[in-house]
């Protein structure tokens, strides 16, 4: 069973809110009767990586991983940079 809460009681019994959330219940908030939003638990059902990440690419919060990787190359021209650079600076 779902507990409806207008957007003006759910920010005043917000502590009550959390603590039914808490309990598992499900509350639903309604803006002018129509309902917006849902405060549930987190579901803790302990899903594999490799699920989860698959979700995420799946709604767009995470971009696939590339599968070739381009190596780090030099940002230097010439070898030896680094103890030039130490050099100038005694």
Known sequence: MKIVY??????????EV?????AGRRIVIAYRGEEIAEIRSI???GLRLDETLSDLEVNGILSPYP?????LGSI?????ALAR????RE
Do not use: I, N
Not at 18 to 22: A, N, Y
Not at 67 to 71: F, L
């Open 6 to 15: 207008s957007t003006y009681e759910a920010k005043a019994k917000f502590s």
């Open 18 to 22: 959390l603590r039914k959330v808490r």
């Open 43 to 45: 579901d803790k059902s």
């Open 67 to 71: 599968e070739k990787r381009r190596g």
């Open 76 to 80: 230097t021209r010439k070898p030896g």
């Open 85 to 88: 650079f130490l050099e100038s």
